[in-house]
């Protein structure tokens, strides 16, 4: 059973599984008891610690001040211990008489069993439990708060569905090669498998119905393994289709911390973006793009967001929408974070340190912007020309097409695409649910509840015809995947140049669009027909924000600035964030990432 205890205006708990034995040397035995009876304190560790500067040694003494220059330096170093855990002090490694007293402490000479990190703890029966801080969640990011339910993290526990739990940053070493994600915290989207609690997907059904997970979906054990430190699960749209603020019944929405606290978080990332962007606690958010799902969330909340080349990750233990379109990325506040995510992320792959030698621009996709925002996206692509010495390229995509499309695709790019995403995504959703709403049919007697928006969406689903529609759709995303590929992200100036030559020139060519929703919109509002309204999130017709997703190109949503407006909820002057994309050819997300780390410095 964990222990629960108030500090500083703090909820903590306990660790169930005890860290670590101690022992009070013999002149402290007689004030045993307190420590039996559980008190929270802070470990201060002499003996094989985990900064060599603090070894104790004849050039390091155990005094006063040394002591206390140690506690100011836990308390500056963490967003968990707080004041009142430094009324305990254990001294780990000390064997010398303890002479001096710091603001009434009680301090104790310890013995360990084996050597601990120094740090917040809390002391039961001569045992040290790992404390954790619980976070509130007021943006509602976060279906549940987990914790390692055993030592070496194989399995979790939900601790709350209000709160996160957060270790100590104290109980972890600094990043290395062999872990550079070490105590990094990651929230996970509700459609990863974690063993041992259950995944919902937002459905309440879907989650009483297949219970606690039996395995944790590889990629996030990885990041486990890196050193991550899984805090919770982010909330979803059901089943990872796109839903608006107000589609949402098993669950609420979460809130976009940005501006007036109302605009859309938009698609079924929601959680991850509004984690990322509202808690400075969370270091990383991971998500699933099908349809926008992170390069939606990120530019709406104004985050880092990169939806990779499709095929990169692998897909096992998350639940699907569609494997045609299912990718895998990071949340981000910080570039220099994901730089430092993404090596891990993308193990397989090696940077090159060539820089892009072509910057397209294609000009008609930021004209419905307002002109404020294109004023702050132009900056940037300033930035861009100045630091790779290039000129951007006024581009267009569908002329390209025209010129370039194979001889059996219609001429119109939009003719080509106009159903493309929406007939593989409604035909696999429909599909990949039927399983579930069989099993749960018997077992019941009764259909499982699903959000009106998914039995829109799976009733379209149902009316496709798998060698009519979606084949041929399948087909057509083949196309268009393979224009990519071959003319887009390629100058074909030199028909001659070798097959290496003319790889790495299309590993040098990256595109830049405008990135989220030229107005904003607020989830209160109902600003079109209710069928308009679905369709609209479905994936008919053509839009600039499709490229990576028929494409299977990497996408990186970049924060480039901001603007002021005045909030239609509240009357008050809010911001309201201003994003763009760069997509870049398969296989290029670290480079990507590079790069806007150094044009952001400029």
Same mark, same amino acid.
């Given at each position: ?216 979906? &590889? +990629?996030?054990?990885? /990041?486990?393994?890196? =050193? ?5 699960? $982010?909330?979803?749209?059901? !089943? *990872? ?78 639940? &699907? +929408?569609?494997?045609? /379109?299912?990718?895998? =990325? ?5 570039? $220099?974070?994901?730089?430092? !995510? *993404? ?260």
């Amino acid at each position: 059973m964990m222990e629960w205890f108030r500090l500083h205006q703090s909820s903590y708990i306990a660790s169930k599984t005890p860290s670590v034995r101690f022992q009070l040397q013999n002149e402290y035995t007689s004030r045993l008891s307190a420590l039996h009876q559980g008190v929270p304190v802070v470990v201060l560790s002499f003996q094989d610690d985990d900064d060599d500067d603090h070894d104790h040694d004849e050039s390091h003494p155990v005094d006063r001040e040394s002591v206390e220059a140690r506690l100011q330096q836990l308390l500056a170093g963490d967003d968990v211990i707080c004041p009142e855990f430094t009324k305990t002090i254990l001294l780990a490694g000390v064997t010398e008489e303890i002479d001096f007293v710091i603001n009434g402490s009680d301090i104790y000479a310890v013995e360990m069993a084996v050597p601990l990190r120094s740090g917040p703890y809390y002391a039961r029966s001569s045992h040290l439990h790992f404390v954790y801080k619980l976070q509130e969640d007021p943006y509602e990011a976060f279906m549940m708060g987990v914790l390692p339910d055993s030592g070496d993290h194989d399995s979790f526990c939900e601790v709350s569905k209000e709160f996160i739990p957060l270790p100590s940053r104290h109980y972890f070493d600094q990043p290395s090669d062999e872990k550079p994600l070490s105590g990094k915290r990651i929230g996970v989207k509700d459609i990863f498998d974690l063993r041992g609690v259950p995944t919902s997907a937002s459905s309440r059904d879907y989650s009483a119905f297949y219970g606690a997970a039996d395995s944790t979906a &590889p +990629v996030v054990q990885r /990041l486990i393994d890196a =050193g991550a430190v899984i805090v919770g699960k $982010t909330k979803t749209a059901q !089943f *990872a289709s796109g839903e608006y603020a107000h589609d949402w019944v098993d669950f609420l929405c979460p809130f976009n911390p940005r501006g007036d606290g109302y605009m859309e978080p938009d698609c079924s990332s929601s959680g991850s973006a509004v984690a990322a962007a509202g808690y400075d606690w969370l270091d990383f958010a991971l998500g699933t793009d099908t349809l926008g799902s992170i390069v939606g969330p990120a530019a709406l909340q104004g985050v880092f967001g990169i939806r990779p080349t499709h095929g990169t990750t692998d897909m096992t233990g998350i639940l &699907p +929408v569609s494997s045609l /379109l299912d990718t895998i =990325g990071p949340f981000a506040r910080s570039i $220099t974070e994901l730089r430092l !995510f *993404a090596p891990v992320w993308y193990e397989d792959h090696h940077m090159s340190s060539d820089s892009p030698i072509r910057l397209l621009c294609p000009t008609e996709y930021f004209d419905a912007w307002p002109a404020p925002k294109r004023q702050i996206m132009n900056a940037f692509i300033d930035d861009m020309e100045k630091h790779l010495s290039v000129t951007r390229t006024a581009y267009d995509l569908h002329e390209e097409w025209k010129l370039r499309a194979p001889d059996d695709c219609a001429r119109s790019l939009e003719t080509h695409l106009d159903k493309v995403l929406a007939y593989i995504q409604l035909y696999d959703s429909y599909h990949n649910r039927i399983p579930f709403r069989q099993d749960f049919q018997r077992a019941h007697g009764r259909e499982p509840y699903a959000n009106p928006m998914i039995r829109f969406k799976w009733s379209l689903g149902e009316k496709l015809s798998k060698e009519n529609e979606y084949e041929i759709a399948c087909a057509k995303r083949t196309k268009f995947r393979e224009f990519l590929r071959e003319h887009v992200f390629d100058d074909d100036d030199d028909d001659d140049d070798d097959e290496q030559q003319q790889h790495q020139r299309r590993r040098r060519t990256i595109m830049i669009l405008p990135a989220g929703s030229p107005e904003v919109r607020y989830r209160d509002v109902e600003d079109e027909n209710l069928e308009k309204k679905r369709y609209r999130l479905q994936g008919f017709h053509f839009s600039p924000e499709h490229i990576s997703f028929v494409g299977g190109v990497p996408e990186l949503v970049i924060p480039v600035g901001q603007i002021p407006a005045i909030s239609p909820v509240t009357g008050a002057e809010i911001f309201e964030p201003v994003c763009v994309a760069i997509l870049g050819a398969p296989g290029t997300e670290c480079e990507m990432i590079r790069l806007v780390e150094q044009v952001l410095k400029l």
